[in-house]
C-alpha cells in the first residue's frame, strides 16, 4: 500500500473496519433504535422546531456496525457504477450515461469516504426524528420545540457523541461535506506518524482533488455535480448522439478498471476538458475509497464482516471474472 494512504488512515475511524457482528442495521435504524441520550438541550428554529441534535451513547458496537454497514453500501454502489461501463458496439462514441455513471460512482465513493472519518450525509425521515424528539422529551431537554424537522442531515462523530444538522440539497450538500472533510485532512495530515515526504504527497493528492471539486468557481465543492446536471439536463458536452463538439477521448473515458491504480495516478489538472476532468476526479476518487477500505481491512486481519461480504467479496468477483 502507498505511504499516502496509510498516512491518510491514521486519521480515518479504524474501528468500523473492526466490526465482525452480522448486524444489518444502518445510521438511520441506530437512531430509530433509540439507544443514546440526547445531550443537548434542543433549540427551535424554523416554525418552532429543531433542525439540530446532539446524541450521547455508551454502547459503541452497534454504531460501529451501522456506519460500517452504511461505509460498504455506498462502497459496492460506487464500484459497481465504474465497472458498469463500457463501449455501446453500435454506438462507439456514446458516452453520456457513462459520465453520469461515473459521476455517481464518485458521489457514492464520496458518502463512503466520509463514514470511514466518522461523518454522513442521510435522509432523515419523520420515525427518525420523532425517537431523537421523544427521548429528548423524556429527558426534559425538548427546549420548548414541537418537534424535529425530518430531511437531510449531515452528522458528526466525536468520542461519544454525534451531532446533526440539517442541510438542504441531497448532492451540492453532500459534496460540500465531503470537501470539509478534505479541509480537515489538510490540517490533520501533519498530526500523524511518517516522513515528511509521504506526509507531503497525501497532502498533494487531498489538495488536488479539493481544488478539481472547486474548479469554475463551484463554491460547495460540487464541481462534478454542476457538470452531471449540464450532461443530464442540457446535453452538453458532445457526449450524446450525433456527439457534436465532443473534445474528450471516447476510448478514454470508457475505461472501467483504472481505480485499482493509485489515486494518484490521475491527472487532476483543470486545464483538460471537462469529461476528461470528470473521468479523473472520479478515478481519484474511487480509488482513493477503495484503497483506504483495503489497506484498513486488511490492516484488522479481514476481521470485518460487513466488508468480507460485501466490498470485497464483490471485488473478488468481479477480478475473477
Not at 478539481?212 to 463551484?218: E, M, P
Request: charged residues 20%; glycine residues 6%.
Amino acid at each position: 500500500m502507498t505511504p499516502e494512504i496509510k498516512i491518510l488512515h491514521q486519521l480515518s475511524l479504524n474501528e468500523i473496519f473492526e466490526v465482525n457482528i452480522s448486524s444489518e442495521s444502518d445510521l438511520k435504524a441506530w437512531i430509530a433504535n433509540g439507544h443514546y441520550l440526547v445531550s443537548e438541550c434542543l433549540v427551535p428554529l424554523s416554525k418552532n422546531r429543531a433542525t439540530e441534535f446532539q446524541l450521547r451513547f455508551q454502547k459503541t458496537e452497534i454504531l460501529y456496525a451501522s456506519l460500517a454497514n452504511d461505509c460498504n453500501r455506498f462502497a459496492q454502489a460506487a464500484i459497481e457504477s465504474m465497472w458498469s461501463i463500457g463501449k455501446v458496439d453500435k454506438l462507439p462514441k456514446s458516452s453520456g450515461w457513462a459520465a453520469v455513471q461515473m459521476y455517481y460512482s464518485a458521489f457514492f465513493s464520496a458518502h463512503a469516504l466520509l463514514r470511514i472519518y466518522g461523518r454522513a450525509c442521510s435522509q432523515l425521515e419523520v420515525g427518525h426524528v420523532d425517537k431523537v424528539f421523544e427521548i429528548a422529551s423524556v429527558t426534559q431537554l425538548d427546549g420548548g420545540v414541537s418537534s424535529i424537522e425530518n430531511g437531510f442531515y449531515f452528522s458528526s462523530l466525536s468520542n461519544n457523541e454525534i451531532t446533526f444538522s440539517k442541510l438542504k440539497d441531497s448532492h451540492a450538500d453532500t459534496w460540500s461535506s465531503f470537501s470539509k472533510l478534505l479541509i480537515w485532512l489538510i490540517d490533520n495530515i501533519s498530526n500523524t506518524t511518517g516522513l515528511g515526504k509521504h506526509k507531503s504527497e497525501a497532502l498533494t493528492l487531498i489538495s488536488n482533488i479539493k481544488a478539481a471539486l472547486h474548479a469554475s468557481g463551484a463554491a460547495k465543492g460540487n464541481w462534478p455535480s454542476q457538470i452531471r446536471n449540464k450532461i443530464n439536463y442540457q446535453h452538453t458536452h458532445g457526449v450524446w448522439y450525433p456527439y457534436k463538439g465532443a473534445l474528450h477521448d471516447v476510448d478514454m473515458v470508457l475505461r472501467n478498471t483504472e481505480w485499482l491504480k493509485d489515486p494518484t495516478s490521475f491527472d487532476l489538472g483543470v486545464n483538460n476538458n471537462d469529461i476528461s476532468i470528470l473521468y479523473n476526479v472520479s478515478n481519484s476518487i474511487l480509488s482513493l475509497m477503495y484503497h483506504l477500505m483495503k489497506y484498513g481491512y486488511e490492516r484488522s486481519g479481514k476481521a470485518s464482516l460487513p466488508l468480507s461480504k460485501g466490498t470485497f467479496r464483490l471485488i473478488n468477483q468481479i477480478q475473477v471474472a
